[in-house]
C-alpha cells in the first residue's frame, strides 16, 4: 500500500506561482508512474500532468502546459509540480497519484493509489 501526501498548496493571486510536493512512502519509489490530476467545484477530475518512472518522461494537459512543470525525486520519494502564472481557473483540489509501471498515464482510473489532495485558490 502506497501512502501519498500532498503539501504546499494555498491561496495565491493571479500571475503568481506555487510549488506542490507529493510525499510517497513507498520504498521502490522509482517503479511508480506519478501524476497530479485536479478537482474544481462542480467539475469532474481531470488530469493536470504525468512523469515516468526516471523522469525521462513527462505530459501536460493542454490547460496548464508552459506554465506547470512535474518533476521527481527518487532518493527522496517526491515528485513536484511547480505553478507558475497562476490564473484563476486553475483553482481546484489537486491530488497526487501512483501506479506502478512503466509508462505515463494520462487516465484516472489507471491510478492505483491516491492522495488526500490539497487546496489551490487563485484570486483575479
Known amino acids: 500500500q502506497v501512502q501519498l501526501v500532498e503539501s504546499g498548496g494555498g491561496l495565491v493571486q493571479a500571475g503568481g506561482s506555487l510549488r506542490l510536493s507529493c510525499a510517497a512512502s513507498?520504498?521502490?519509489?522509482?517503479?511508480?508512474?506519478m501524476g497530479w490530476f485536479r478537482q474544481a467545484p462542480g467539475k469532474e477530475r481531470e488530469f493536470v500532468a504525468a512523469i515516468s518512472w526516471n523522469g525521462g518522461s513527462t505530459a501536460y494537459a493542454d490547460s496548464v502546459k508552459g506554465r506547470f512543470t512535474i518533476s521527481r525525486d527518487n532518493a527522496k520519494n517526491t515528485v513536484y509540480l511547480q505553478m507558475d502564472s497562476l490564473e484563476p481557473e486553475d483553482t481546484a483540489i489537486y491530488y497526487c497519484?501512483?501506479?506502478?509501471?512503466?509508462?505515463?498515464?494520462?487516465?484516472?482510473?489507471?491510478?492505483?493509489?491516491w492522495g488526500q489532495g490539497t487546496q489551490v485558490t487563485v484570486s483575479s
Open positions: 513507498e520504498r521502490q519509489f522509482s517503479r511508480y508512474i
Open positions: 497519484a501512483a501506479s506502478p509501471g512503466w509508462n505515463i498515464r494520462l487516465v484516472s482510473h489507471e491510478y492505483n493509489y
